[in-house]
């Protein structure tokens, strides 16, 4: 469960301004939590926005909390590497600020854990088993649809078609995404996993060198009891 | 979301274009560490695609160690070594 401290909302929306690349392209779909400027992100800087300064601060202070978060359940044991995880994956889904399909997936995914019975109820979009006549039907009208619209010849490769499948499994929220859309979103998403992997990795770096240190100087401090003995 | 004639088979999308494929499979292929190691023509799609998912697979499992390590990291140290050690790697 990830508690969003209203400060840390107030500043990332005033920063988010800066780091907001201007996009033409603005997908009909419904914003998510933050369209407040009102530009979506850019279809080509996906690179750009997640490999700047100002993002991987509004991460890292966002896994803080989130981390904070999954201390307060349970202090003294370890928090569960799956709670890290999740604190992780949801951070990053929220410093995507909503605007990718991913990212939205990840909120809800995150919201459904707690009140799952609510949401379902409330519009049964969680499907988590896809029916398969639905889904052969869909194929059909989907193989006809493209066969008269002059679908890109790569488009029609045996190869690709399965790998598509397969990268719209890995990327959350994005299994049933045409080609266009769905790269769009493994281009946003793999941008944002390796800053991710970046942060983690420097925070682990730093909580290391932290603990190393203070263990040191608990030494020293104990020494120094020792001696004057 | 297309300026051309939009003629629709499905809901809201227009006529895909094979050079839209391209450059989006162009801009994924940019984004793979391996990138800079070959000529980045000449590769055709079904491997872009291979690899992008092989990367994302080895992403998620970095990410899936370094949630361990930190959980680890996380349980002997209280909220302020963590703090300072955030501001710390932030600023660098």
Known sequence: ?229 | MSSRRSRSRQSGSSRITDEQISDLVSKLQDLLPEARLRGNDRVPSSRVLQETCSYIRSLHREVDDLSERLSELLATSDMSTAQAAVIRSLLM
């Open chain 1, 1 to 229: 469960m990830i508690s969003i401290g209203a400060g840390s909302s107030s500043s990332s929306s005033s920063s988010s301004a800066g780091v907001r690349m201007g996009g033409a392209k603005r997908r009909g779909k419904p914003g998510g939590a933050a369209a407040a400027a009102g530009s979506a992100a850019a279809a080509g800087p996906a690179q750009t926005k997640w490999r700047s300064g100002t993002q991987e601060r509004i991460y890292g202070r966002r896994l803080l909390d989130a981390l904070r978060a999954t201390r307060s359940g349970a202090p003294h044991p370890q928090p569960r590497p799956r709670a890290v995880k999740d604190a992780a994956d949801s951070a990053l889904a929220l410093t995507a600020r909503g605007q990718s399909r991913w990212s939205r997936a990840i909120l809800l995914a995150g919201a459904a854990t707690c009140r799952r019975r609510v949401l379902v109820k409330a519009g049964g979009k969680i499907r988590r088993h896809p029916r398969p006549q639905a889904r052969a039907a869909a194929a059909a009208a989907k193989a006809a649809a493209a066969a008269s619209a002059g679908e890109p010849p790569v488009l029609r490769e045996r190869k690709v078609k399965d790998r598509l499948r397969v990268l719209g499994r890995l990327v959350p929220g994005c299994r049933k995404l045409q080609a266009p859309d769905l790269l769009e979103e493994t281009a946003d998403y793999v941008a944002a996993l390796e800053m991710q992997v970046k942060a983690m990795r420097a925070l682990a770096d730093a909580l290391a060198a932290a603990q190393l240190s203070s263990n040191r100087q608990q030494a020293a401090g104990d020494d120094e009891a020792d001696m004057e003995r």
